[in-house]
T-cell receptor, first 113, second 115 residues
């Protein structure tokens, strides 16, 4: 049972480079999320998708774009990476029942130099 | 907007000590509360959750939490900690009343258990 799978696990970028973080879930969940985790800041929501074809901004969306490719996949794109985007990124999904808990992927550690 | 605050950012305990981590929430709707744990180098895992009913909730690995409505609190407890409990602990509430927009997390408490 894979759950939520993220790729890559690690990435180093130079300022201005672009990249896409991939996320897929096999639990047939409608809702998917991208969070970033920074020391002393907890987890902050970047974008979320309540269902296939819809996306919405979270708390810290600037500098990011997302695509809900299908029900399984939700990607996060950095068009022009900045050092402030150095972080650990987590993808998560949740079921349809109101207030279902989140299931997290293993994270992507991104460093922007 | 919903919010949650965790009082202790770093806690150091010896094995077998009792643990209590504080969490206070600000929430306008039906109260749903979560505790997640993140072991070193791993992703977040659900420890326990409160939706309704008995305010004392039991989770995995001997953890429990008590919902006290009058104090807007949901503190995490464990009677006797082990070295393997070293981790970061996050309290969370639904972001906007329980829709599909996820959870709002506290800033976390880094717990270190000394052998």
């Amino acid at each position: 049972n894979a759950g939520v799978t993220q790729t890559p696990k690690f990435q180093v970028l130079k300022t201005g480079q672009s990249m896409t973080l991939q996320c897929a879930q096999d639990m047939n969940h409608n809702s998917m999320y991208w969070y970033r985790q920074d020391p002393g800041m907890g987890l902050r929501l970047i974008y979320y998708s309540a269902s296939e074809g819809t996306t919405d901004k979270g708390e810290v969306p600037n500098g990011y774009n997302v695509s809900r490719l299908n029900k399984r996949e939700f990607s996060l794109r950095l068009e022009s990476a900045a050092p402030s985007q150095t972080s650990v990124y987590f993808c998560a999904s949740s079921g349809d029942r109101r207030n279902s808990p989140l299931h997290f992927g293993n994270g992507t550690r991104l460093t922007v130099t | 907007a919903q919010s949650v605050s965790q009082h202790n950012h770093h806690v150091i305990l010896s094995e077998a000590a009792s643990l209590e981590l504080g969490c206070n929430y600000s929430y306008g709707g039906t109260v749903n509360l979560f505790w997640y744990v993140q072991y070193p180098g791993q992703h977040l895992q659900l420890l326990l959750k409160y939706f309704s009913g008995d305010p004392l909730v039991k989770g995995i690995k001997g953890f429990e939490a008590e919902f006290i409505k009058s104090k807007f609190s949901f503190n995490l407890r464990k009677p006797s900690v082990q070295w393997s409990d070293t981790a970061e602990y996050f309290c969370a509430v639904p972001s906007r009343g329980g829709g599909a927009d996820g959870l709002t997390f506290g800033k976390g408490t880094h717990l270190i258990i000394q052998p």
